[in-house]
């Protein structure tokens, strides 16, 4: 407990005491088999570094605890270790190339390979998460205003059935493909690439310019706007809606 003390008055602090607080945790983490409340303090440490910006600090946050969490003889924090380390990976991935693979809805393989040459979305989200459904706003939008120009959005889904999100999909249809995975066993946020981009939030945002280097890993709301303008264009303005009474063509 002194520890969730000591990271609470390092965020009143600032960014400096924070880095401290964090190898605090670190040295904690490291001590014997981690449990459920080591996991939350490498967590909180790893977000915390995020949320500053000091995304170096922060990757190399994730490496290290996700070493210590894999020692745990737990196997559900074991396997966070590796959920860790891919947090690390997607830290890391702004001017890299993004790999992605896996099923469509249709049972087909995805072409990751066709998608060069196109500025592309890769969204990691689930139907029982409001913000992902607030966040498909966006996107939709984005989508009717820049897919003749080029641009694409891939889903990631992170629903633990696949039944909610053809549920979903027929009241509320999608323009645009998704991934789900085959394996029973990596579903939900154990998707596989969920676990090898260690996403442990949703929505997460990635995204991919024409030459297949990420351009941004927090591409929401207006972060997705001036990244698309900046890319491809000022979007152009949508229709004014009718006044009432007035005929439409």
Known sequence: FLLQFRMRDAMMAGPEDIVKAVDEVKAFVAEGSPGGTE????VNATRLLEMIGNTKAAADAYRQFGAALAKSTEPQIARL?????GAARRLELVGKPMELKGA???GTQLDWAAYRGKVVLVQFWATWCAPCRRELVTVKRNYDRYHARGFEVI???CDDERADLDEYLKENPLPWPNLFSTDPEHRGMDNPMADYYGVLGI?????????????????????L?????RLLGPAEPAPAAPKPGEKTS
């Open 104 to 106: 469509l809805l249709d």
């Open 203 to 223: 929505p997460t945002l990635i995204l991919v310019g024409k030459d297949g280097n990420v351009v941004s890993i927090e591409a929401r709301g207006q972060v």
């Open 225 to 229: 706007d001036e990244q698309l303008e």
């Open 155 to 157: 889903g990631v889904n």
């Open 39 to 42: 996991v939350g303090l490498a």
């Open 81 to 85: 270790g590796a959920k860790f380390d």
